[in-house]
């Protein structure tokens, strides 16, 4: 049998590709790592969003007797739907990249195309772990409020989407180093966040601070946190650095943000904070949409989907093509703040 009848083995279907890369684990990252999005696999290619308006009044007083006239509102209700993106890598294994490729040791060949077409699929370079990289930048995005393509550009604006308007900018004002101005700023930071919530914080809830680099190293130093940790034994890690540590200060954790290596296509601002709130139920949601094959349709949606295709005219490649159709959305992103290092 040649090699690349191999590839048409059981091993390289789209189903049993498809099932082994739901057994490697998943890439570490920053935000993937903290568990903030709640996974909904959909059978359809859009997410139904439905907004409910509760509104909670003092209801006025009445002597005994007297006509009632306190009925409760009923709320107000809007559907919305929103397509999910497709993510998309491929790699073409070539007939001369396997011409050498024969039996050695106690390896088949069947064994060596394995680890072959493993490196090229889940590998460090690999097509999933490009869609890993895909999806952190989908993450940071939607902390922020968006759903952003590569090049910037906007897919959705949450503020927008839902007729909410984006709160402003917090000037932390770090430069002046001034004592008792910052745990202020956050707890006004979380009574604001906790009251936008209506609800959606819970006794479990936290905020975190992705911060960007000269942020981060603005605020470690500033007076009120250092004399906060000045007796604590998580004062020395802090006079150490800590670049791309984490630490907590009035009740936040405060995140050196550490996006992709180029420092440019995932990253927070230098002198940007960006405050998001964890364990709190239905802000943010990673809707999972069911693959485009047939095997799929109508199906709870995976997170990966790895397709083969064969060379059928003239049997000199075979590829694999590794998909996603997430959609990271922010369903509250009333409840999202940003700051600033500068005044």
Known sequence: ?????????????????????????????????????????????????????????????????????????????????????????????????????????????????????????????????????????????????????????????????????????IAFNLEANIEYTIRPLCNALERSMARSSQGAFTTETSITALCGDYFYDKFTTHVDVEKTFKNWSDAAELREGGAFKAFRFAGIDWINYRGSDDNQQIKIGDDKVKFLPENAPGIFERALAPGESFEWINTPGKERYVVPIFDRDRNSWWRMEAYGFPLHICKRPEVLRSGRAGA
Not at 19 to 26: A, F, K
């Open 1 to 169: 049998m040649s090699i690349l009848n191999l590839f048409r083995a059981d091993a390289f279907s789209e189903v049993e590709l498809t099932s082994q890369i739901e057994r490697i684990p998943h890439v570490p990252t920053t935000l993937g790592d903290r568990k903030i999005f709640d996974d909904n696999p959909i059978r359809t290619t859009a997410l139904a969003v439905e907004e409910r308006n509760g509104v909670l009044s003092v209801v006025p007083m009445s002597q005994r007797g007297e006509p009632t006239n306190s009925e409760r509102d009923t709320e107000r209700r809007k559907m919305r739907y929103f397509e999910a993106p497709r993510i998309f890598k491929g790699d073409t294994i070539h007939a001369h990249e396997l011409q050498n490729i024969r039996e050695f040791g106690q390896e088949s060949v069947m064994m060596q195309l394995q680890t072959e077409v493993a490196r090229r699929l889940s590998g460090p370079t690999g097509i999933l772990r490009t869609l890993d990289f895909t999806e952190e930048f989908h993450r940071l995005a939607a902390a922020q409020g968006l759903l952003l393509d590569k090049d910037g550009s906007v897919w959705y604006d949450w503020y927008d989407e839902f007729q909410i308007v984006r709160p402003a900018e």
